[in-house]
């Protein structure tokens, strides 16, 4: 038995879902949590697109949730590998830049580059199993690139106190980020769903 196999069977096993289910439930309440400060001070109106990172594991959560029980959910499996993919590389790419500017970074911030990055990671791990066609894809592309909008035409990004000065790159990188995640999420799902199938 070959290890991709036997990654395989480890993904789909209902213990190890289960297991990853609660990992990603407790993480998206310490993300909210994480942003409260940030929240308080947040318009009503721009409230939904700020906390980015929980946002993203709330989706792959709630895919979680229904693939324990063998069933899809396309359009949020579409939400959940684009924005993971795309939050998990950024918050590792802004917590490094930190770690450059400053010369030195607290342990939460190590952390966070951990955990993002894992983050980004899972996400693509279950691309063979998302049911994703490309009206789900244009949904999760309408969303990300709107956020996009809102985080650096609105300034509601999140706030990395010493990042600031560097809003306009930092937009750009992101803009850039959306549309690579996306042309990820086209060619692991949408391309290869039609000729590959895989069995729990």
Known sequence: MNVIHRLRQLLVSR???ILLFLINLAGTIYGYIWY???LVITPAKFLIFVPDSPTASLFFTIFLLFFIFRKNVPYIEALAIVTLF????WAVV???LTLIING????TGYMLIASHGAMAIQGLL???YYKIKMRHLVVAGIWTLHNDVIDYVFEMMPIYSTLTTYMNEIGYFTFWLSILSLAIAYFLT???NSTI???F
Not at 104 to 107: E, H, Q, R, V, Y
Request: aromatic letters at 20%.
């Open 126 to 128: 279950y691309a063979p």
């Open 94 to 96: 802004m917590n490094i």
């Open 86 to 89: 795309k939050y998990g590389v």
């Open 104 to 107: 030195s970074l607290s342990p």
């Open 15 to 17: 213990e190890f879902l």
């Open 36 to 38: 409260e400060w940030q």
């Open 197 to 199: 199938h895989y069995n």
């Open 190 to 192: 949408v391309k290869r």
